[in-house]
């Protein structure tokens, strides 16, 4: 693991006394919300938070920090998962100030925003305009473009859409040495050179500072069916997908198991299970469609199929918007209800989608064997091979002796990703949580080309120093 | 523009004496036909041809290169457009013994393919398993996969599924030191550092050499409703775009101008005119649907609004596969069609899409300035702002004379798409035809970047050292 920063008080001084006063600010009660974040798993520190009300303050600030070689964190909405948001020490630059949506362009179907902007803003410019920005994550309403496109952020209609990285024409960015990159094109065929706007998403901050976006807007479905299936193994599901993603319709594809489910249902009052009986697993779909006639048709003709081959013992298919709610709040509170079970170690891994019944075989053995009556609670986006794999602790087990177990219980389920061609972080990223175990499962080719890369754009290693790579 | 490479006599025989006989040849006859392309415009020369068998014997011989310090110059099917594949001294490495389809996964729709394979042996391997693979390209019974991945082509499928850069999950290459990095994967999420596999899509083979890939599959339509529609104007079809577009179906959308249009049914005695008037401009469209009913309502339903908001003058709806079939052959017959109008001058560009109409006015007007008589056959993929904007000469001009012209009809149609946020290269890439085009016209910090990463990645410059940057 990297070590904290350390900035002599008089390179924090420099800072002060040559950027204008309202880029940045020394106050605690400011300050103290950008160090912490929602899950309290990391408490930071920063000796000056810098405030850029537009792309050249960045500039000016980022020119003056590698002046000095101070070390910078960029931060959005801070709500990363793995560390990558919390100072420890570096000059922190929110870009919470940078919010403007710049250009929604119909005809190119694209949308140039600032970094900053929340991406819930984002998703309702959009609508209001009859497209759709297909990026919906349970935390759209505080996460911000710039946060999500530095994480390469996952959510529900990865399936159809594809990760963020798909969603972006190109990215205005700071580089390290102060300079500005302008990719900001709505061109959907350019080739000049290689893929440099690529290289920034999902990049955590560490080549640069995201400043704008600007991001592909797509036609607005005009009808979302969806429907609740119960089923009775994960093979079942699996097994259902071919049939129904036909036609390019599926928009989501997402799977809980009984436990998980049903913590949901008995721990929130407001959510009610639509299903009178008890299913080991249950799969949740969304067909995006011209007209609610053709989304029933289209649900009955796949859903009347399943059920003859054998593959679905039960299924509900939403009537109207308030029941599609419903069912997708389930879904929705599938991490918040987890705390209904007490201490949970968390995973976010990809396996080739076939993979994934041999996951967790593999993953739900060995769990057992590292803490004996411990409950995996594995769900998420089967459709993209994503599991959030988490460990509920063993009833009654004490959680804070449990959550000692992380790593023990982490590595292995590392391993069993690396053995069937996974990936140890599907859509959270590496940040500092995952810094060593990146160094240490990459293959060293691999490793190499991130060091360079990284080398080559940053080499005096002043942009987020302590994450990923 | 770069120097001809002059590798001395003993680092050949080096390479000879070190490699196995079968992965090595001088016999002119063999190499001959990998030192011209297809339109004549470029003529190469090399001391050497490797022949590799494996990716093994890609990685050997590249060590012993790196070693030497020798320059290679990767080929594939060779109908590269751009000079980038004919090499001038270079060691010339062709993968066209490498054609292996090493695994193709329904589930995760994913297809492994060594870099030689020919596309067409691709395109029917995934509808062996009725599956699409969204390329198509006038060259696919020739140019192979390592080829259309390096020089990220496009084709009429963009609109709906993206560039060759969309359709790839990862790549085998070895880099210029010899070493073999392996992104094989199917996953759809990998948030594990920067995004290694984008580099070397596009980057016509000046990172390294790509061995093999594995690529996307997608459920394959199972009918495509095409039509061909009679317009006024350019403005008329941007604007049946959005309409068109809605519901997702859209798969092909291909403007062609009269005097193109023309040419084609006037030379080849094969290609008739479904339409008995002449329009200024011609759309052709594909929809791909679930079924022919519903290719026939969908297009009449959209191409009915057409008629009443008198966007559109005449349509042929295709009413079977021969009619679609014809159909398509005269836009693929767009850019043969033109020897028929004597010499031409070609340009690959694109322009934000709203901007094409003012895209033709200003280059229209500007060709008319620098060779009075000129005829500019604008045609191709509008749906996504890509013109192959061809100038002919005049008629009856001197094709030679004419021809000299390249450079000063070409710089002020790169001007003008530079002043439109427009891009000099759409799809068939910078090569040594637009080395110093690039160097010219991209900002100082885009390049700077550029340079960078070649010079992290090969610090040597052995790879292809005269193409892009």
């Keep these: 693991m990297t070590q904290p920063i350390d900035i002599p008080v008089s390179k924090i001084e420099i800072l002060k006394s040559e950027l204008p006063k309202n880029c940045w600010t020394q106050d605690i009660d400011i300050i103290a919300p950008h160090l912490t974040e929602w899950r309290d798993k990391y408490f930071g520190k920063t000796p000056l938070m810098l405030t850029p009300r537009c792309t050249q303050d960045v500039s000016d600030a980022v020119k003056l920090c590698a002046e000095h070689r ?81 994480t390469n952020a996952g959510g529900n209609h990865v399936l159809k859409y594809g990760t963020t990285k798909e969603l972006v024409f190109g990215v205005e960015a700071v580089l390290p040495n102060g300079d500005i990159f ?97 299913y080991a697993w249950y799969l949740l779909c969304d067909w995006e469609v011209e007209s609610e006639a053709e989304g029933m048709t289209l649900a009955e003709n796949i859903l009347g199929k399943a059920f003859e081959a054998k593959k679905v013992l039960d299924a509900v298919i939403a009537q109207n918007e308030t ?37 967790f075989r593999l993953a739900d053995a060995k769990m057992q064997e590292v803490v004996p009556g411990c409950r995996p609670v594995g769900f998420g986006h089967f459709g993209d091979g994503n599991i959030h794999y988490n460990i509920a602790q063993p009833e009654g087990a004490d959680k804070k ?36 175990d990146l160094a240490q499962r990459a293959s060293p080719t691999k490793y190499a080309l991130l060091k360079a890369i990284k080398r080559a754009i940053d080499p005096e290693r002043i942009m987020n120093p302590r994450v990923m790579v």
């Excluded at 910078?72 to 870009?95: A, D, F, K, R, S």
């Excluded at 410019?125 to 920005?133: G, I, L, P, T, Y």
């Excluded at 709040?329 to 990809?350: C, N, P, W, Y």
């Design 70 to 150: 101070i070390s910078i964190m960029p931060q959005g909405g801070n709500t990363g998962l793995v560390g990558g948001n919390t100072p420890m020490g570096e000059v922190l630059i929110t870009l919470k100030h940078m919010t403007r949506i710049r250009e929604i362009n119909t005809t190119a179907n694209s949308l140039i925003v600032e970094a900053g902007a929340v991406l819930q803003n984002v998703l309702d410019a959009a609508d209001a305009e009859n497209r759709k920005f297909p990026m919906t994550l349970s935390s759209q309403g505080s996460c911000t473009v710039g946060g999500v496109l530095s």
């Design 182 to 278: 302008n990719g900001l094109t709505n061109l959907r065929k350019d080739n000049t050179g290689y893929d440099l706007n690529r290289l920034f998403l999902g990049a955590e901050g560490t080549l640069g500072i995201i400043t704008a976006a600007s991001l592909k807007l797509f036609p607005k479905p005009k009808y979302v069916q969806r429907a609740l299936i119960g089923l009775d193994s994960v093979e079942a599901a699996i097994s259902l997908l071919e049939d129904f993603r036909a036609g390019g319709r599926l928009a989501m594809f997402e799977v809980m198991p009984a436990i998980g489910y049903h913590a949901v249902i008995d721990g929130f009052d407001s959510i009610r299970d639509p299903f009178d009986t008890s």
């Design 323 to 359: 029941q599609a709610a419903d069912i997708l709040s389930i879904r929705e509170h599938m991490s918040a209800g987890q705390k209904f079970l007490g201490g949970s170690v968390k995973h976010d891994i990809t396996v080739p989608i076939d993979k994934i019944p041999e996951f």
């Design 401 to 436: 002796e449990f959550l000692a177990n992380w790593d023990a219980l982490s590595q292995p389920i590392f391993d069993i990703c690396d053995a069937l061609g996974g990936s140890i972080s599907a859509e959270h990223g590496i940040g500092t949580m995952k810094f060593d």
